[in-house]
């Protein structure tokens, strides 16, 4: 149970982590302080339910079609390489700086509005959380909850930790190398667990 917990944390960890719109509204609230605890949850609940339907619905789907396991095995892997060999370039590159501005809305229902917007609109948020994290949970037979679990408990600690810590987070995002580690970390994370899918 605790192997499957930590791999769902690690995968989800790995997911969440790369900078993208979603992550930087949340940022942006917390520098404000506007309407924080509305956004995190938002955020982690909208991952929960996410997570769930893609461990649970997968299990499903995949006792009906027995070839899904193999395809999204296969699929999950060759994203995930790809996925670490972006982050990898990224690093090398040089981290782009995460703008997070103060020109954003102010009501509570348009803070809400934007980020269910961010989060449920986005495409990738679907191949993250329903078909990868899903597909990978089909390792852990018997152990899915407890490999859904650690990826929910990813997804409410990074978002509190963003939305609450940003004011702290606000030097390391203005310099470029903690940019270039954060990707490092992120691609060994990626090519790690697409090693394990590969190796079976």
Partial sequence: MTEAFTQGLLLSFSLILAIGAQNAFVLRQGLKREHVLAVVLACAISDA????????????????????????????????????????????????ALEAGRNGVRSLRQVLATVLA??????????????????????????????????????????????????????????????????????IVMWSIAAGLILG
Avoid: C
Avoid at 55 to 76: E, H, I, N, Q, Y
């Fill in 118 to 187: 961010l989060t449920w609109l986005n495409p990738h948020v679907y191949l993250d959380t329903v078909g990868l994290i899903g597909s990978i949970s089909s390792g852990f037979p018997g152990r899915q909850a407890a490999f859904a679990s650690g990826a929910i408990t990813a997804s409410f600690l990074f978002f509190f930790a963003l939305g609450y810590g940003a004011r702290l987070l606000q030097p390391l995002f203005a310099r470029p190398f903690s940019w270039r580690v954060l990707d490092v970390v992120i691609g």
């Fill in 49 to 96: 339910i996410l997570i769930s339907v893609g461990v649970f619905a997968f299990t499903s789907l995949s006792k009906l079609l027995p070839g899904l396991v193999p395809v999204m095995r296969w699929g999950g892997a060759t994203f995930l390489l790809a996925y670490g060999a972006i982050s990898f370039r990224n690093a090398w590159r040089g981290g782009e």
